[in-house]
């Protein structure tokens, strides 16, 4: 069946630091990756996004890389600083699936140490 | 505030009474969606609606979930006879969805945390 794992639950960086978060995906025909943030209490907010004919995509301080041979997501945000503190989740959609159906990985819980 | 409302954001209620839920997804935004979140984990999607159809519903929506649209702008997910197992955060997302569907973003509200007791 379908599921987006993670390799590990919790990242702990020195501020300043770059962070890099990674993502296992099953689902060979997963099309369309997302990279949301959640902050305590709050909702999920979306990061970056990268569809599965791209391997690299760039956004302010992060970056999403994607290697569809591996099956294989990684989030990379440059220079950590306190405020991104929060759990991160990687997310997938299929083409073959429903039109909207989101599937979530269980999250990595980035802590930036001072 | 133009993003994604939910109310009320938290609700503390006794097993076997009923709840109602209500999003505000972002004004032009004609696909909704609800999510399920427990403790530790990712959201789990629930429902969708394109305007006020409901197109699809997740196994983890039993009888005792219903979700509604009705003029194809606001949306209430009600759960019935609540069970402890029903506490959980729940989120309401939406997005502006074209025809392919397959890579819109969705945006999501702060959620509703729910304890049954």
């Known amino acids: 069946g379908e599921s987006v794992g993670l390799h590990l639950p919790t990242l702990s960086v020195q501020e300043g630091d770059n962070s890099i978060i990674n993502c296992a995906y099953s689902n060979s025909a997963s099309d369309y990756f997302i990279w949301y943030k959640q902050e305590s209490g709050k909702g999920p907010q979306f990061i970056i996004d990268i569809r599965s004919n791209m391997d690299k995509r760039q956004g302010q301080r992060v970056t999403v890389l994607l290697n569809k041979t591996v099956k294989h997501l990684s989030l990379q945000i440059a220079a950590t600083q306190p405020g991104d503190s929060a759990v991160y989740f990687c997310a997938e959609k299929s083409a073959w699936s429903s039109a909207s159906k989101i599937i979530f990985g269980s999250g990595t819980r980035l802590s930036i140490r001072p | 505030d133009t993003g994604v409302s939910q109310d009320p954001r938290h609700k503390i209620t006794k097993r076997g009474q009923n709840v109602t839920f209500r999003c505000d997804p972002i004004s032009e935004h004609n696909r909704l969606y609800w999510y399920r979140q427990t403790l530790g984990q990712g959201p789990e999607f629930l429902t969708y609606f394109q305007n006020e159809a409901q197109l699809e519903k997740s196994r983890l929506l039993s009888d005792r979930f219903s979700a509604e649209r009705p003029k194809g702008s606001f949306s209430t997910l009600e759960i019935q006879r609540t069970e402890q197992g029903d506490s959980a955060m729940y989120l309401c997302?939406?997005?502006?969805?074209?025809?392919?569907?397959?890579?819109?973003?969705?945006?999501f509200g702060p959620g509703t945390r729910l304890l049954v007791l």
């Open positions: 997302a939406s997005s502006l969805g074209d025809r392919d569907g397959a890579q819109e973003t969705q945006y």
